[in-house]
């Protein structure tokens, strides 16, 4: 009994350590779509590297997308 117990225990450290893996993938996919985004968005509007306050960011990108419909 005690070794069924302890392959259950191993199979669930393993299972955890996948899914950790998986996270920490996702995780860095998604911080490298930001960083790329934030790239392009301060490569076709320069002047975002100015702006100190992200609402403000928000408020005038929107601005600019209602502009655009």
Same mark, same amino acid.
């Given at each position: 009994?005690?070794?069924?117990?302890?392959?259950? %225990?191993? @199979?669930?450290?393993?299972?955890?350590? $996948?899914?950790?893996?998986?996270?920490?993938?996702?995780?860095? #996919?998604?911080?490298? *779509?930001? &960083?790329?985004?934030? #790239?392009?968005? @301060?490569? %076709?509007?320069?002047? %975002?590297?100015?702006?100190?306050?992200?609402?403000?960011?928000? @408020?005038?990108?929107?601005? &600019?997308? *209602?502009? $655009?419909?």
């Amino acid at each position: 009994m005690l070794d069924e117990q302890k392959k259950l %225990v191993q @199979e669930q450290h393993r299972l955890e350590q $996948a899914q950790m893996r998986s996270r920490s993938k996702e995780q860095k #996919a998604r911080t490298r *779509r930001l &960083i790329q985004e934030g #790239a392009i968005l @301060e490569k %076709v509007f320069p002047w %975002v590297k100015n702006v100190e306050d992200l609402n403000d960011l928000e @408020e005038r990108l929107c601005s &600019i997308a *209602r502009k $655009a419909e």
